[in-house]
């Protein structure tokens, strides 16, 4: 029996009720969103399309999943918001950026009912704009809360998650991209890569830790990951550039070194090749007002 290997840290879970002024662009999150719409309409647009939110239907947006927010009449919406924990270092929706939709079920509906019960003041009394209310130091403050919880509501609160995010898994998009377990040497690569990711890495050395040789250990790798190790290397590089620019002021430079850059021009020039602007620019676009 394989048991789950991720681990998911409650931000936000309310009732809320949206309108117009829910009107946010180019938002990317370092957690996850599952949205259940009670009533109205509201609309999702991302990488892969406009996505209508209506009644009755569930939505996933995985982590660092680039979108926009859109109600123009009213929307009444159930949501909750979590980090992800891996001890692999694999994300579950890792190679499923996009968002996600199903029919929601009668038990989908109590359980997100059961998870704000057992998690009561834990919705987003600064504003419904992300730019505000996503900050590093609310992040601590709700990770604290978490820590104080008793037991019994940590493994209620965990099973919740992962029933949701069990319906997700169960869509044809998702099962065509993880139909096949990972060996180990990937995995500990994968590890290695993130827990490395501020030093100079190279394939040659994770092949030579797995002991296989590089070509072959390359063509696993892209074989289990959809990327090779140097793209899975960059691309987890912006990631967390990405993540460091969202949730703090780090100056750039630092950013660079902190994610295995080099040099702030080399960091600037490929980061705004992978994201479409540059480091400032990106944090012009979603950086957090510094008042609440």
Known sequence: MKLTKNYFHLLNADLVRLGPRWNFNNVISPYYRIYYIAA????????????????????????????????????HQYFIQFFEESTNGISTFSHCREVLNLSAAEIDVV???????????????????PKVYEKDEFYKEYRKLNEQ???????????????LLSRFMKSERFKMINNQP?????????????INIGNQLKVNELAN????????????????????PVNFILETRIERAQYLIITSNIPYGEIAALTGFGNQQYFSRMFK???????????????????V
Do not use: W
């Not at 990972?182 to 993130?194: E, F, M, N």
């Open 209 to 228: 830790h797995a002991n296989l040789n590089v070509d072959y250990f390359s063509r696993i790798f892209h074989r289990c990951t959809g990327k090779s």
């Open 149 to 163: 919880q008793h037991i019994g509501v940590q493994y209620e609160t965990q099973g919740i998650i992962h029933q």
């Open 182 to 194: 990972i060996p180990s040497a990937v995995l500990s690569a994968i590890s290695y890569i993130q």
């Open 111 to 129: 359980n997100f009912k059961r998870l704000i019960e057992i998690n009561p003041g834990r919705g987003i009394n600064r504003s419904d704009n």
């Open 40 to 75: 109205g309409e509201g609309y999702i647009n991302s990488q892969n399309g406009h996505t209508k939110l209506v009644e009755g239907q569930l939505y996933l947006i995985p982590s660092f999943t680039l979108c926009d927010l859109h109600c123009d009449g009213f929307l």
């Open 273 to 291: 090749k992978m994201i479409g602007s540059s480091p400032k620019e990106y944090r012009k676009q979603n950086q957090f007002m510094s008042q």
